[in-house]
Nanobody, 122 residues
């Protein structure tokens, strides 16, 4: 069982930056892949990116590539999403999620946090 808690959301102007954190519980954190998802108002859930178990590999959606960076600290059971050059279309509730599979599909992620709101003003 893995429990996830996000933090770090807030209100920022376009062009600004935010760093989201995800704290994970459970002794097997280093064995699971971590992803970030987001859901904006009136939009379907979107997949910004994920990071491999050891942190050596990352994958980003085209919409976030070059602006978002995912990292993890397995010693602290933490995952981070650094978001730079934020745009109004990045406004969404952001979720961290854990999976035992390499996947960009929400259905493959068994564990989810409660989400944190990010609002980007123009």
């Amino acid at each position: 069982q893995v429990q996830l808690v996000e933090s770090g959301g807030g209100f920022v102007q376009a062009g600004g930056s935010l760093r989201l954190s995800c704290a994970a519980s459970g002794p097997t954190f280093s064995m699971i892949r971590m992803g970030w998802f987001r859901q904006g108002p009136g939009k379907e859930r979107e997949f910004p990116g994920y990071i491999s178990r050891g942190g050596g590999q990352t994958y980003y959606a085209d919409s976030t590539k070059g602006r978002f960076t995912i990292s993890r600290d397995n010693a602290k059971n933490m995952v981070y999403l650094q978001m730079n050059n934020l745009k109004p279309e990045d406004t969404a509730v952001y979720f961290c999620a854990a999976s035992h599979r390499v996947s960009t599909t929400a259905g493959d992620y068994a564990y989810w946090g409660q989400g944190t709101q990010v609002t980007v003003s123009s």
